[in-house]
């Protein structure tokens, strides 16, 4: 290898030592990576900024199951629900509560069906993640 090669290991090599360096931080320091910066309160109180809040099963389900729920009853749905990142639990709330807002599109309006399948998710979530996270595999 000529020495060009070489100076592009020592560059590579010094460059993955400074991030190395410059990601570490002491625990309740502050200066963790991930952008965190020590403030004058956090020095003061000795307490680090809150950490985000984990989204839940039932809230990621209702998520997750409410935004497919509406692509399939505007038709606009695509391949099947391993595609769509459902699980096949999941998947039996989707199409009940679809069947459930069909009829109530047609007598009532997209507006009312949305907000009943809304509800129908948010049950079948809740439902569904009662106990703790489903058994069966992950797919079930």
Known sequence: ????????TYLLAALAAGLVVTGCGASGSGHASGGQTDTASDRR??????????????ELCAKLVGYWSRKALEG???????SMGLSGGQYDILRAAVAAARPVE???????AHELMARKVRE????R???????GGPWQ
């Open 45 to 58: 109180t000795g307490s680090a900024p809150p950490s985000p809040r984990a989204t839940s099963d039932e």
């Open 1 to 8: 290898m000529g020495r060009g090669g070489t100076t592009r």
């Open 76 to 82: 606009d749905t695509y391949g099947d629900y391993q």
């Open 129 to 135: 993640y009662r106990g703790g996270k489903p058994t």
């Open 106 to 112: 047609k007598r009532q309006g997209p507006r009312a």
């Open 124 to 127: 079948g979530c809740v439902d």
